[in-house]
């Protein structure tokens, strides 16, 4: 059901307007697929029902608002926007440690762009949702001049293994998941694989101290870690993994990379370093010292310089 | 905080460029209250951590956007459209049978808009959260050219209480909690109540048999029902609660009373007919039928005509 060539966003074929609202609700909710043992509900009341899960559990909730001409545009392709969109939410899932689960979505679409295209920005979001098990359960659509979406994502994790931005201590270790940098320019931000399985694997092996999605920027998001450990920290320019074209100054402030950075104690640290044949990146670089020393960077010949880490802000 | 002499948005005083993302997210989380026995984690990380409730429950989760020029302009006041947005979500919880516990807030603002006009939106949401004992958790906040709200809801019912669209059958009755239409006129729709009280007296004590709120208009969501439970309803015009000024066409088609609408067995229709002195209105307006016969409005003078059900649309 795509457009012909491509799956950019159009105003070809059937308009919204023709199905109208309920019309469209009916069409997506057919290329949904929910997970019946924990949906008993989904897409086509006032809210949906799901099952709360047994066991000792947190539920984790994370919403995410992507707006045409910010995040996306419409050439970038219907499909790979929604994708996006799920995939941010799920990355925030993996940073506190969790399994994303069910999801609603808030879509404002013009009346003048076509069933497919919105159709294609949901298919979009259920094979994604398909690969990571999450059930999208419901959601709302609004007639407006822009696309906007809006994905709220439940997500669960148990009671011991979720981990906050907070606590990372003097003598850790900091790591990232991969290579940084231009991923504007390259297309991951469209196409990146959020860090479930990474974050899983840590969590249930190695307890992170501290752990936080890159979405603002390494040294903006190291600095949210810092805020709320009350630590500081020491990047080695050298050990920070960069993408095919990328400076050391695009992958410290370049957004939208989604890889997780997160602190792990010294000794689990050496114990990660020595496992071999992950099917994991995990790559060290740098540790945490007192507050008072500030965030700086050494580069290769071991000079040091305060790093500034003013990240991507939306003001 | 609000500005003198009203609280409509403004882009006086001290614009959101000052203080920038991280310094208005910080503002929030102060006027921000959350419910320490169930929030483990709030506004500040990747996700919200939530305790699960114990028992035999259910989660509910819905997603409300309101959008300026669509659902709002800013002469309405940053504290009211707050307090809307919120409110839509928890008429969804209502509607549902359940109860309101979590929001996450996503809010497209001009940086141009003063900082305090976006704490008096939060402040409109806090006031209604604390009356109805919800915690906002979390949110997401981003630079646009006008103001997006989406507020999605957490609540949670007893498994034998939820009550969906699709459970109308021939015989029961049709009840209202209020009067309808003109809510647009009448500045109902930035102040109404929204009907927990009502659903969680009625699943404990009536269980309805179908029940929604209200949004698109009585006809349009009366269809609803019909569609999900595959009936049919006679409506009496006559019996219609009106709002001060409004027909019976005002009262049909007009959206947003976010009252409840709901059915009743015959044998709890007459139980709940009997009770006297109670704090609520349940108003019977018609009976349901079989589905052949489609939906019908009689008249003062017993005249059956075909009710269109033709109700808002977004498209």
Same mark, same amino acid.
């Given at each position: ?22 019309? /469209? ?62 995939? *941010? ?18 879509? +404002?679409?013009?009346?003048? /762009?076509?069933?497919? *295209? ?24 609004? +007639? ?14 148990? =009671? ?7 606590? +990372? ?29 990474? +974050? ?6 190695? =307890? ?75 790559? *060290? ?5 007192? =507050? ?14 305060? /790093?500034?880490? =003013? ?5």
């Amino acid at each position: 059901m795509t457009l012909k060539g491509n799956d950019h966003m159009s105003v070809h074929k059937i308009p919204l307007s023709k199905v109208g609202e309920f019309g /469209l609700i009916d069409q997506i909710s057919r290329l949904i697929k929910i997970n019946k043992s924990q949906v008993i509900k989904g897409i086509g009341d006032d809210a949906a029902v799901v099952k709360i899960p047994r066991g000792d559990k947190y539920f984790l909730i994370t919403t995410d608002m992507l707006a045409e001409g910010v995040h996306f545009t419409k050439a970038m392709g219907a499909k790979r926007i929604g994708r996006k969109a799920l995939a *941010c939410s799920i990355s925030d899932i993996a940073a506190m440690g969790g399994m994303p689960k069910a999801a609603v979505v808030s879509l +404002a679409v013009s009346p003048r /762009l076509s069933v497919d *295209c919105v159709k294609d920005l949901y298919q979009g979001m259920q094979t994604l949702a398909g690969q990571f098990q999450v059930s999208i359960v419901g959601g709302d659509t609004i +007639a407006y001049k822009e696309v906007i979406i809006n994905v709220a994502l439940l997500g669960e994790v148990e =009671k011991k293994n979720f981990v906050l931005r907070s606590g +990372a201590r003097k003598g850790d270790r900091v790591f990232v998941t991969g290579f940084l940098g231009r991923s504007l320019q390259t297309g991951k931000h469209l196409s990146f694989i959020p860090r479930i399985e990474e +974050a899983r694997f840590l969590v249930k092996n190695f =307890k992170p101290t501290a752990m936080i999605d890159i979405s603002d920027g390494l040294a903006g998001d190291l600095a949210h870690i810092m805020d709320s450990s009350r630590t500081g920290a020491h990047l080695y320019a050298e050990l920070i993994p960069r993408a095919p074209g990328a400076s050391v100054q695009d992958a410290l402030y370049d957004g939208e990379d989604f890889e997780l950075l997160f602190t792990l104690s010294e000794s689990n640290a050496y114990r990660l370093a020595r496992l071999k044949n992950l099917p994991f990146r995990f790559i *060290c670089i740098g540790e945490i010292v007192d =507050k008072k020393n500030g965030i700086k960077l050494i580069d290769r010949w071991g000079k040091t310089s305060l /790093l500034k880490t =003013k990240s991507f802000t939306h003001f």
